[in-house]
């Protein structure tokens, strides 16, 4: 059972930054982060994998940053010239042995 503990979340104006962290309990080759909005469905964001396949959502590109520590089995996503759009409760997500693992969500709120 892969656990995934995420933090960062937070207010924060728009414009702004913030870095969301997920901490792994074992090596997962992909992690992912979805964000899920009021009344909408849960979407991707972005994707890295150990080595370097890293993909993004175009509404993203260019304003976060996906990375990893493979040491400490981290995700990371640095967002930034964050927008009200942005707000969403974000997931990170891992595949292992064909079966999906969520963390438990951080909201992100971006509003003056």
Known sequence: QVQLVES?????QPGGSLRLS???????YIM???????????E?????STSVITTYADSV?????????????????????LKPEDTAVYY????????QYWGQGTQVTVSS
Request: aromatic residues 8%.
């Open 44 to 48: 991707l964001v972005a994707c890295k």
């Open 61 to 81: 590109k260019g304003r976060f940053i996906i990375s990893r520590d493979n040491i400490k089995n981290t995700v990371y996503l640095q967002m930034s010239s």
């Open 92 to 99: 990170c997500n891992a595949v292992k042995n064909s079966v």
């Open 22 to 28: 997920c901490a792994a309990s074992e090596y997962i």
């Open 32 to 42: 992912c982060w979805y964000r899920q909005a009021p009344g909408k469905q849960r």
């Open 8 to 12: 960062g979340g937070g207010l924060v």
